[in-house]
């Protein structure tokens, strides 16, 4: 009798868990011109055209408990080929998470991208940041 009612305690605390459980998702297919830019100590800048004219998509999983929010994201982009065939050109992986007190959220995220060709582009970020709601 004690291990049913441990049993049934643990599934009723479950249950009252995974109700206040909020999952969201979204998927976001578009295109994205972007150049990236560098200066370098004399002051000419080199730019790159190689992420341009790239299509992407975009699947986001998150899930919401009381003031917490934790998320994740991935950001394919493609290169055109034919009407028909894309390939995949570069990945963009973040993870983060945001906690909300009144008007004030803590935030932290990380951020990496990886080639999937040879051209072997990378960059990566630990973003740490507090938002404040204004109205």
Known sequence: MKNLIVLLLFLFCSIQLFSQLKPGASLELGYEDRVIALRDKFGIVHSSSWLNDKEFAKINLGMKYKKLHIYTDVKTY???EKFYRYNPFQ???KVGMQYQIKCFSFRA???C?????????QDAYDRFSVVIKLF
């Open 78 to 80: 493609f290169a055109y």
């Open 91 to 93: 990945a963009e992986y």
């Open 109 to 111: 995220e990380h951020m």
């Open 113 to 121: 991208s990886h080639s999937m060709e040879d051209k072997a582009f």
